[in-house]
């Protein structure tokens, strides 16, 4: 059957692998797909990643890295569902996320694994594991619910399905499971099927199911089928059937009868199994696809089998629902995405005429609205109303595929029957059953709503409208109308009849929905019209409509100042603003002249309107000059001087200032620039000071940065008004820093009298010129002085302050000012008062009246610089009787008993409160002694050394310094550069220590000596307390300290020192000793103490006689001491010595330092007998290990032997290694062979050239780098027997493969490495990389064997790594092989093209380019041949038919000048209709002459230049081909040229044929005349035949009458009269039948008006109204068909249009 009239379109929508799947994931566990939006693929390699296919955009898949064991894409949403296993468990973990949103919806973890899962519903997943199912919903927080376990028959089943009914009530689990013993290839299938309301489940065999829902003839909701399909072996025999079965059936309805079918397998697929179902509910079809590839379609009805066909060669592993198609999807193992389809066109005749299944035809075409039953369906409604069973017919005529029977026709029929008396009227009912199918169209709801109206029952209309049973039309709203507007309105909008929804809207006075109805629909009504019309009587009504029109897209339909102007014209001056203020608020450059207009007419007519417009700032395009001067006019002076630009124009209007709101005016100076801003200033002073002087003061204080505050200063001076000065200032002084401007402004307060302000800014600004200010307040001579000592309080003028008050008798404000201002500052006014010589009473008075608050120290200094200190002895005695602790009274008190000589010794020694320094200070000239006094009784040490020094005191000094016992003090005295230091020492030494008996004191005394580093007074001082028999003599810090100075400052004594004390610290000082190069003396001490060991190392460290140590350590006979002679020896290279020292001294502790020197200087002997040692007190493997190595580097190798059989901690390994890598290998080998390291014994053995026992020890250690190491070394000894030994075993790891195939071709052993790696193929672990690795090694050096070598190992090749070696060698022939073995098809062809000698196969050719997938390639595969083998391109293009582009090959084949050679390709892909290949074609027809050919081909294939051919070979030589031409006019419709072409060949008959087909009048009859010019009066009257209809009779009479050629006319005259003739006849007779019929119809009325009655009142459909009197039936609701449009019928015409001769 040809695949173009199967009834099912097989076709490819996607290849997985082309958008870049890797075929091993195109599996049942990788891919899902649950629905027809998505498919998903899960990648393990070479990263774990989710890949989405959007099958809308399949070539845009969505790459997510993702790791998971499942992924599910929801069915309608882009909601992925994962799933994957916790590590160490059973348990999964699910996850929900939404990928749009890029956020987790739901996560789960179950406690058992899940075998399979899936999307039943799009809100709802279904989850099998292996024992039950969960239902788990996408929706809240909810977990997964339990809703069955599984059956026992499903145990040990793979599960391949899930799923539930649209009413998830049911559902149903599938599972496979290994064939029955006599048949295990044959696949067993088991179902279980659960009830969710019975909760009971049913276990079935069965393959594949699914759940559809049928709606049952006379039921009124649909029933649950389920459709299983089974295979299975009774008795040895194979059973396959389709089973529909009605679930739940709906009780006292009627019930689906049970259905089942054959499924009949081919033999050829005898072990083939169903794997997938799908139903269709669009056309109400089963699919049963099989795992081999086989579609079967069954009729759900009826289990009928429709269709059987293989859809796939590979098998099918999945399959989804393509519900909006109607068919399914199914993903075969290719990764091939294929749709199935109905095919809509054939598969109605396909059921009629190959199956010959009528019934089911038309039910198929019922269900599924197809073509292709219409002769059926009309056949059997002519049927059924010719046996008159008027409901069955009305049910077909509803039913009726693509509403054939749903015309007009089918509603005069019905109209037509007569109702019988008790029954329903057969019209009525056919629309009552086309209201319970659906939808009326326009003329059957036209003629139901003419019923109905008639009846006045608007009810029905109104619901049937509601329940969109009614098709809309503007005639059916004209039919309504007369009966409520509003539904008419209604159905006027439905119908988009759009004039008559304005009128009425128009009608309703609703204009608004009128633009709104308008734009929606993109009509234009007429706005000018409906504007005028509203203006008369709704005003505000027609402003919102202009302002709708306004707003409307696209613009305002009718002008803004026309729509004004109506407004105007009609003096509606408000709802003009009104429309103009809200069209204008965009502010547009084009609107500026209606921005003047809408200002003029209200500043003429409501100025205060025009105010407000300005003052909202709207407009910014009008005529500003017109506007100022109409608001001048108008009186809004303040909009005419923000319209005005002049000067004077400013200055004649800002006068009016009576008129006009200050601060609007102080508003518009902010305009102005700074110059015209102070004229208009200066007009308003000089108009009116006094009057306009507020208004200046604020405009200068808002604008004084813009105007500068200079000039505004200077504006007021001129006038001299100190009153404007004095509030401009006032509120510029708080943001002004200019000293000038605060100084003015006090000077204007104090001129206009404002003292307390005054006094206010002189005490809180900071920015005035203080002393311009003083000098100022004193000039001014103020009443109130308050403001005067603001000022000098805080400028610090307060003796200039106290001058003024004193000289002007002011003694009351000195007072208060010392009292209250600021008693702080009473020693200044003090000290003025006794400048200006004011009596002693009144300064005693002020300071006792101040008291406490005064200072004293200011007072004091005051007083003291002036030589009246005395004045305050009775101040300072009352402050000190108060309980006084001031140092400062106290320091006053102490000066004043100094001076009067009142005991001051007393005082200095007990009075605790004065600064002892201040005091001092003050006796330094009077009497140094107290100074010293006072300075030690505070501890002033710079200024008692300072008097002490300047007077000579140096013994109190010397006594002070002992005595304070304090480092820093005793370091400044000892400094240097101190000149008196000398006669310091000389009296602490002789004076001050002698006396002192404290040992801190000396000790002190002693540091700052060695801190001031003394060293020489130092042992003076020492020598003298300790050894002059002192109380100090035997101290044992003194004597250490003695021997420590003499050390550093004079070596020599130190040795005597040494002898003569004996109680210091030996070990310090003798390290001291030894720090200062004092070695003898450091032995000595040593010595002195018992000390060794410390001794003996002065010896070898700092002596450096190794000689007198060895004696020293003889003489003591210590094992530390020889130790410590040993470790220097050793450092100085005495290795032997060392040993013997460390042997004498019995220490094992530097064995480490022992084995690097011997083994530095090579005493292995030595090194053995000291190892040997120490192994008896040490177990240590360093010590073994070293033995080892010390016995094989003198090699005693039998002592190796006997060693390691000994216990021993040796690391035998590491003595191994060492070993070689000295290569020491025969003690190696002893090592390596004892702790069996094959390994390295095997590398041992190489190295030893034993290759025979390196293989036996490789073979041992199995180890890859091990037999490589063995290989290469066999290799360059050229033992290739014992490498390819060695080789077999490495070569079957992948990883080392190559590194063996380098190393053998690096040394040219080509022949040896082949016979290595065919060797290797017989290995039980052969894999890939031994048959590449071969395969190259072919393609480089044995190419004869190549090919043999890739047809056996195909399968078990690394084709792209052999494909670049075969590249890399020119071996084209296998490289293509190769290529073709990988689906690498392009490459392939590629190949076979560039290096065709070699590579091309004609056959094999053709298999490869139907496969390409890079469309270019054919076009590069049509130049090829056409160049190499032009012989066979015809087979080449006939096999790529289908895949190139016809007119590209058509293209090459005419620029490369060979389009003959492409000819048979042409005319077979010719019936494609392709415009180049049927040009190509025509033009070689043209080119032989062939014109039958070119005929047919113009005939069949109309898709080619017309005109451009029939222009090419209109004046070609040989006639058919210009008959050909005017042909190719005719068709193309250019008669004319046609009919001139005719005319000139003389091809009348041609002629004649194209005028008649052009239905042409003009053209026939301009015919005819030319047959008369011409004289041909046998063309004439062969014309009147052939353009009958065309020639009008009178035109033909004319002609033949004039032209004497009436008898060749009389044959078409007696015709013409002859048919007329017949249809009068048949006008009388359709008059005479009508009457007739009229008067019957008339008779049975009254009849028919009671019956007709009745039925209106039971039937909720409408009825016809009764006919009213005097009016036939036919007319106004009766069922009389019409009456026939047109004339009368045409008899029916023969070729070219003449009738047939009637007889008489």
């Known amino acids: 059957m040809a695949a173009a009239n199967a009834p099912i379109t097989m076709k490819e929508a996607l290849t997985l692998t082309s958008i870049g799947i890797n075929p091993q994931f195109i599996t049942f566990t990788h891919v899902t797909m649950e629905s027809d939006k998505y498919i998903c693929v899960r990648e393990t390699a070479p990263q774990n990643s989710v890949v989405i296919i959007d099958m809308n955009m399949p070539m845009q898949p969505l790459r997510r890295p993702i790791t998971a064991d499942s992924a599910l894409m929801n069915p309608n949403t882009r909601i992925l569902a994962l799933k994957a296993q916790l590590p160490g468990t059973t348990q999964d973990h699910l996850q929900i996320f939404n990928i749009e949103m890029k956020a987790k919806m739901k996560s789960h973890q179950m406690p058992e694994q899940i075998v399979f899962w899936k999307w039943i519903t799009p809100k709802m997943l279904g989850l099998v594991t292996q024992t039950s199912v969960y239902h788990w919903s996408i929706e809240g927080d909810s977990e997964p619910v339990k809703m069955f376990d599984r059956t026992a028959n499903l145990a040990s089943n793979q599960i391949i399905n899930y799923r539930c009914d649209p009413t998830e009530k049911w559902l149903v689990l599938i599972g496979i499971a290994?064939?029955?013993?006599?048949?295990?290839?044959?696949?067993?299938?088991?179902?279980?099927?659960?009830?969710?309301?019975?909760?009971?489940?049913?276990?079935?065999?069965?393959?594949?199911?699914?759940?559809?829902?049928?709606?049952?003839?006379?039921?009124?909701?649909?029933?649950?089928?389920?459709?299983?399909?089974?295979?299975?072996?009774?008795?040895?025999?194979?059973?396959?059937?389709?089973?529909v079965i009605e679930l739940g059936a709906q009780p006292g309805k009627q019930a689906f009868t049970k259905k089942q079918a054959d499924l009949f397998f081919p033999p050829d697929f005898a072990d083939d199994f169903p794997?997938?179902?799908?139903?269709?509910?669009?056309?109400?079809?089963?699919?049963?696809?099989?795992?081999?590839?086989?579609?079967?379609?069954?009729?759900?009805?009826?289990?009928?089998?429709?269709?059987?066909?293989?859809?796939?060669?590979?098998?099918?592993?999945?399959?989804?629902?393509?519900?909006?198609?109607?068919?399914?999807?199914?993903?075969?193992?290719?990764?091939?995405?294929?749709?199935?389809?109905?095919?809509?066109?054939?598969?109605?005749?396909?059921?009629?005429?190959?199956?010959?299944?009528?019934?089911?035809?038309?039910?198929?075409?019922?269900?599924?609205?197809?073509?292709?039953?219409?002769?059926?369906?009309?056949?059997?409604?002519?049927?059924?109303?010719?046996?008159?069973?008027?409901?069955?017919?009305?049910?077909?005529?509803?039913?009726?595929?693509?509403?054939?029977?749903?015309?007009?026709?089918?509603?005069?029929?019905?109209?037509?029957?007569?109702?019988?008396?008790?029954?329903?009227?057969?019209?009525?009912?056919?629309?009552?059953?086309?209201?319970?199918?659906?939808?009326?169209?326009?003329?059957?709801?036209?003629?139901?709503?003419?019923?109905?109206?008639?009846?006045?029952?608007?009810?029905l209309l109104e619901n049937w409208l509601a329940e969109d049973k009614l098709e809309c039309s503007e005639e059916l709203g004209d039919l309504v109308k007369t009966l409520d507007n509003d539904l008419a309105l209604k159905i006027y909008i439905k119908a988009r009849a759009t004039p008559k929804v304005v009128a009425a809207f128009a009608e309703r006075r609703e204009f608004d929905k009128i633009l709104i109805y308008s734009k929606q629909v993109g009509y234009s009504p007429d706005y000018l019209f409906l504007l005028q019309t509203i203006l008369r009587t709704d005003p505000q009504g027609a402003v919102n409509f202009a302002l709708m029109m306004a707003q409307m897209e696209g613009g305002c339909p009718v002008d803004y100042n026309t729509i004004t102007d109506l407004f105007l014209q009609r003096n509606l001056i408000r709802e003009a603003t009104a429309f103009l203020l809200d069209v204008?608020?965009?502010?547009?450059?084009?609107?500026?002249?209606?921005?003047?207009?809408?200002?003029?007419?209200?500043?003429?007519?409501?100025?205060?309107?025009?105010?407000?417009?300005?003052?909202?700032?709207?407009?910014?395009?009008?005529?500003?000059?017109?506007?100022?001067?109409?608001?001048?006019?108008?009186?809004?002076?303040?909009?005419?001087?923000?319209?005005?630009?002049?000067?004077?124009?400013?200055?004649r209007v800002i006068v009016n200032t009576h008129a006009i709101e200050p601060q609007s005016l102080v508003e518009f100076f902010g305009t102005l620039s700074r110059e015209w801003a102070l004229e208009c200033m200066k007009d308003l002073l000089l108009v009116n000071l006094r009057g306009n002087l507020q208004i200046i003061v604020q405009v200068a204080k808002e604008y004084s940065e813009q105007l500068g505050a200079d000039q505004c200063i200077k504006l007021f001076e001129q006038f001299k008004s100190y009153e404007g000065l004095y509030f401009f200032l006032g509120s510029y002084l708080s943001s002004s820093e200019d000293p000038e401007i605060h100084f003015k402004y006090i000077e204007a307060a104090a001129k206009t009298g404002q003292i307390k302000e005054v006094e206010r800014v002189t005490r809180e600004s900071n920015f005035y010129d203080a002393e311009k200010t003083k000098n100022f307040l004193m000039e001014a001579k103020l009443p109130d002085a308050r403001p005067l000592i603001?000022?000098?309080?805080?400028?610090?003028?307060?003796?200039?302050?106290?001058?003024?008050?004193?000289?002007?008798?002011?003694?009351?404000?000195i007072e208060g000012y010392v009292q209250k201002v600021n008693p702080g500052n009473a020693p200044l006014v003090v000290g003025q008062l006794l400048d200006d010589e004011c009596p002693e009473d009144f300064i005693k008075g002020l300071i006792l009246s101040v008291r406490s608050l005064l200072p004293v120290e200011p007072l004091v200094e005051e007083c003291e610089k002036r030589n009246r200190l005395r004045l305050l002895t009775q101040f300072l005695e009352h402050l000190?009787?108060?309980?006084?602790?001031?140092?400062?009274?106290?320091?006053?008190?102490?000066?004043?008993i100094i001076d009067s000589n009142n005991n001051p010794e007393h005082f200095l020694t007990t009075n605790p409160y004065y600064d002892s320094r201040v005091v001092g200070k003050y006796c330094e000239k009077r009497d140094p002694t107290l100074a010293v006094v006072a300075y030690r009784r505070g501890q002033c040490d710079d200024e008692l050394i300072n008097v002490t020094n300047k007077n000579s005191l140096f013994k109190l000094q010397a006594r002070y310094v002992v005595e304070r016992m304090d480092s820093d003090l005793w370091e400044k005295v000892l400094v240097p550069e101190n000149e008196y230091r000398r006669q310091l020492i000389d009296q602490v030494v002789s004076t001050a220590l002698p006396e002192s008996k404290s040992p801190e004191q000396v000790s002190a005394a002693v540091k700052a000596f060695m801190t001031a580093d003394l060293p020489h007074e130092l042992i003076e001082l020492l020598e003298k307390i300790v050894l002059q028999n002192s109380a100090f003599s035997g101290n044992f810090n003194l004597q250490n300290l003695l021997i420590l100075t003499a050390i550093k400052a004079d070596p020599s004594r130190v040795m005597d020192y040494v002898n003569r004390l004996d109680n210091f610290d030996g070990p310090a000082v003798g390290e001291v000793a030894v720090e200062a190069q004092l070695y003898e003396e450091a032995f000595?001490?040593?010595?002195?103490?018992?000390?060794?060991?410390?001794?003996?190392?002065?010896?070898?460290?700092?002596?450096?006689?190794?000689?007198?140590?060895?004696?020293?350590?003889?003489?003591?006979?210590?094992?530390?001491?020889?130790?410590?002679?040993?470790?220097?020896?050793?450092?100085?290279?005495?290795?032997?010595?060392?040993?013997?020292?460390f042997i004498r001294a019995d220490d094992a502790t530097q064995f480490l330092d022992v084995i690097r020197a011997a083994e530095d200087g090579n005493v292995y002997h030595d090194l053995v007998r000291y190892l040997l040692m120490v192994r008896q007190k040490v177990k240590e493997p360093k010590v073994d290990s070293e033995l080892i190595y010390a016995y094989a580097k003198i090699d005693r190798l039998g002592e190796i032997e006997e060693f390691i059989l000994m216990p021993n901690v040796a690391n035998l390994q590491n003595v191994g290694d060492r070993l070689y890598d000295e290569a020491l290998y025969e003690a190696a080998k002893i090592i390596y062979a004892f702790i069996s390291n094959w390994a390295k014994l095997a590398v041992t053995l190489v190295k030893l050239k034993q290759f025979q026992g390196a293989v036996d020890a490789a073979r041992k250690a199995n180890s890859a780098k091990t037999w490589k190491e063995v290989c290469f070394a066999c290799v360059d000894a050229e033992e290739f027997r014992l490498a390819q030994i060695c080789g077999l075993n490495i070569i079957v790891q992948v990883d080392d493969l190559e590194e063996v195939s380098d190393y053998y071709q690096n040394r040219g052993c080509f022949n040896e490495l082949i016979s290595l790696m065919e060797s290797g193929l017989g290995l039980e672990r052969a894999h890939m990389g031994i048959f590449t690795e071969l395969g190259v090694l072919y393609a480089r050096y044995r190419p004869e064997k190549l090919m043999e070598h890739i047809k056996l190992f195909?399968?078990?090749?690394?084709?792209?790594?052999?494909?670049?070696?075969?590249?890399?060698?020119?071996?084209?022939?296998?490289?293509?092989?190769?290529?073709?073995?990988?689906?690498?098809f392009d490459n392939a062809a590629t190949t076979v093209m560039n290096h065709s000698p070699e590579a091309w196969d004609?056959?094999?050719?053709?298999?490869?380019?139907?496969?390409?997938?890079?469309?270019?390639?054919?076009?590069?595969?049509?130049?090829?041949?056409?160049?190499?083998?032009?012989?066979?391109?015809?087979?080449?293009?006939?096999?790529?038919?289908?895949?190139?582009?016809?007119?590209?090959?058509?293209?090459?084949?005419?620029?490369?000048?060979?389009?003959?050679?492409?000819?048979?390709?042409?005319?077979?892909?010719?019936?494609?209709?392709?415009?180049?290949?049927?040009?190509?074609?025509?033009?070689?027809?043209?080119?032989?002459?062939?014109?039958?050919?070119?005929?047919?081909?113009?005939?069949?294939?109309?898709?080619?230049?017309?005109?451009?051919?029939?222009?090419?070979?209109?004046?070609?030589?040989?006639?058919?081909?210009?008959?050909?031409?005017?042909?190719?006019?005719?068709?193309?419709?250019?008669?004319?040229?046609?009919?001139?072409?005719?005319?000139?060949?003389?091809?009348?008959?041609?002629?004649?044929?194209?005028?008649?087909?052009?239905?042409?009048?003009?053209?026939?009859?301009?015919?005819?005349?030319?047959?008369?010019?011409?004289?041909?009066?046998?063309?004439?009257?062969?014309?009147?035949?052939?353009?009958?209809?065309?020639?009008?009779?009178?035109?033909?009479?004319?002609?033949?009458?004039m032209n004497n050629m009436v008898d060749f006319a009389f044959p078409y005259l007696l015709q013409f009269i002859r048919e007329y003739t017949g249809k009068v006849d048949e006008l009388i007779k359709d008059k005479f039948e009508a009457q007739n019929e009229v008067k019957a119809k008339e008779k049975e009325e009254k009849d028919i008006i009671a019956q007709q009655n009745m039925y209106a009142q039971l039937l909720p459909l409408a009825l016809p109204a009764p006919p009213m009197p005097g009016i036939p039936s036919g007319v106004g609701g009766g069922f009389a068909p019409p009456p026939p449009m047109g004339g009368m019928p045409m008899p029916p015409m023969p070729p070219f249009g003449m009738p047939p001769m009637g007889s008489y």
């Open 584 to 651: 204008l608020k965009g502010n547009l450059p084009e609107h500026g002249f209606l921005q003047t207009k809408v200002l003029e007419i209200n500043l003429v007519t409501f100025p205060n309107v025009a105010d407000a417009i300005l003052a909202n700032g709207m407009f910014s395009h009008y005529d500003r000059p017109r506007i100022a001067q109409l608001c001048e006019k108008a009186g809004l002076y303040v909009r005419a001087l923000q319209h005005y630009t002049e000067l004077p124009d400013i200055k």
């Open 1354 to 1384: 195909s399968t078990r090749l690394n084709i792209p790594k052999l494909i670049r070696a075969c590249d890399e060698q020119q071996h084209w022939k296998e490289l293509t092989y190769l290529y073709i073995q990988y689906d690498e």
């Open 178 to 243: 290994p064939g029955s013993p006599e048949r295990p290839q044959l696949v067993k299938g088991n179902m279980q099927l659960f009830s969710v309301d019975q909760q009971r489940s049913q276990a079935l065999e069965a393959h594949a199911a699914s759940f559809a829902s049928f709606k049952v003839l006379g039921n009124e909701n649909p029933s649950t089928l389920i459709s299983f399909a089974t295979k299975t072996i009774n008795a040895g025999q194979v059973i396959s059937k389709l089973h």
């Open 1084 to 1141: 000595a001490i040593f010595k002195k103490f018992n000390l060794n060991v410390q001794a003996v190392n002065v010896l070898l460290d700092n002596i450096r006689s190794i000689e007198r140590a060895v004696e020293f350590a003889f003489r003591v006979e210590e094992d530390a001491v020889w130790s410590q002679v040993g470790k220097a020896q050793l450092r100085e290279g005495l290795v032997s010595d060392a040993i013997e020292s």
């Open 880 to 896: 000190v009787s108060e309980g006084s602790q001031d140092v400062h009274v106290h320091n006053a008190l102490g000066k004043i």
């Open 790 to 813: 603001n000022v000098c309080d805080r400028f610090g003028f307060v003796p200039d302050l106290t001058h003024y008050l004193y000289t002007n008798n002011m003694l009351r404000y």
């Open 1402 to 1601: 004609h056959l094999q050719f053709k298999d490869i380019a139907v496969k390409v997938a890079n469309v270019e390639l054919y076009y590069k595969a049509v130049h090829f041949y056409l160049q190499e083998h032009p012989d066979l391109i015809n087979d080449l293009l006939n096999v790529l038919a289908l895949r190139v582009d016809h007119t590209r090959v058509v293209d090459i084949m005419r620029k490369a000048g060979h389009l003959h050679l492409v000819r048979p390709y042409m005319v077979a892909v010719q019936s494609n209709n392709v415009s180049a290949v049927n040009e190509a074609l025509n033009e070689i027809y043209v080119e032989e002459e062939d014109y039958d050919r070119l005929r047919e081909s113009i005939d069949l294939h109309d898709n080619f230049d017309q005109i451009g051919l029939a222009q090419k070979i209109e004046k070609h030589e040989l006639l058919e081909m210009r008959r050909v031409a005017a042909y190719i006019y005719k068709k193309a419709g250019r008669w004319k040229q046609s009919i001139a072409l005719s005319k000139k060949d003389n091809m009348y008959k041609d002629a004649m044929e194209t005028a008649s087909q052009s239905g042409d009048r003009e053209l026939a009859e301009e015919l005819l005349v030319y047959f008369i010019d011409q004289g041909k009066k046998e063309c004439f009257a062969s014309c009147l035949f052939v353009c009958y209809d065309l020639i009008r009779a009178d035109i033909a009479l004319e002609l033949a009458w």
């Open 275 to 459: 794997v997938a179902m799908q139903i269709s509910q669009k056309y109400s079809l089963i699919y049963v696809i099989t795992k081999l590839g086989l579609l079967f379609v069954y009729d759900l009805e009826t289990a009928t089998a429709v269709y059987r066909n293989r859809i796939s060669p590979d098998p099918i592993f999945l399959t989804s629902e393509a519900s909006s198609a109607g068919g399914f999807y199914a993903i075969n193992r290719r990764g091939q995405v294929l749709l199935a389809t109905v095919n809509e066109a054939t598969i109605v005749p396909f059921v009629s005429g190959q199956l010959n299944n009528l019934e089911l035809a038309v039910n198929l075409a019922k269900r599924g609205n197809l073509p292709g039953a219409e002769n059926l369906v009309v056949q059997r409604f002519q049927e059924l109303f010719a046996q008159m069973k008027y409901k069955e017919a009305a049910e077909l005529a509803a039913e009726s595929p693509q509403g054939i029977l749903r015309t007009p026709d089918t509603v005069a029929k019905f109209q037509s029957v007569p109702v019988q008396a008790g029954q329903t009227p057969p019209l009525l009912q056919y629309f009552g059953t086309l209201l319970t199918r659906g939808k009326l169209n326009a003329f059957e709801s036209l003629e139901l709503s003419r019923l109905v109206v008639n009846q006045n029952k608007k009810n």
